[in-house]
């Protein structure tokens, strides 16, 4: 069984920046790729970053976020970081990690396995 446990977030101004972490415990080598989701308020759950565990593939959203996320990872820490600069108020929302244990990076929530409790990132203007 795999457990990720998400760190890092809470309430900064619009502009700010913001690291959250994941951490992969359990079965890390049981995990193919890690991803980034969110949720805001009355809205469904939205990917944001997604990452290989094993090579250098990555896979953004949309404009949104690109060129201002950052997907990296630390594989002897078994974390994965979600780096967020230029932080805007419609960023505020439940920050989730998941992991898939096969197949390539993918965007889609129901392609992955395990996820984290999710972690709440608030933006004020």
């Known amino acids: 069984q795999v457990q990720l446990v998400e760190s890092g977030g809470g309430s900064v101004q619009a502009g700010d920046s913001l690291r959250l972490s994941c951490v992969v415990s359990g079965r890390p080598f049981g995990v193919n790729s890690v991803a980034w989701f969110r949720r805001a308020p009355q809205l469904e759950r939205q990917f944001v970053a997604a990452t290989s565990w094993s090579d250098d593939n990555t896979l953004y959203a949309d404009d949104s976020v690109k060129g201002r996320f950052t997907i990296s990872r630390d594989n002897a820490k078994s974390t994965v970081y979600l780096r967020m600069n230029s932080l805007k108020p419609e960023d505020t929302a439940v920050y989730y990690c998941?992991?898939?244990?096969?197949?390539?990076?993918?965007?889609?929530?129901?392609?992955?396995?395990?996820w984290g409790q999710g972690i709440r990132v608030t933006i004020s203007s």
């Open positions: 998941a992991a898939k244990p096969t197949g390539g990076i993918s965007r889609w929530n129901y392609d992955y396995t395990y």
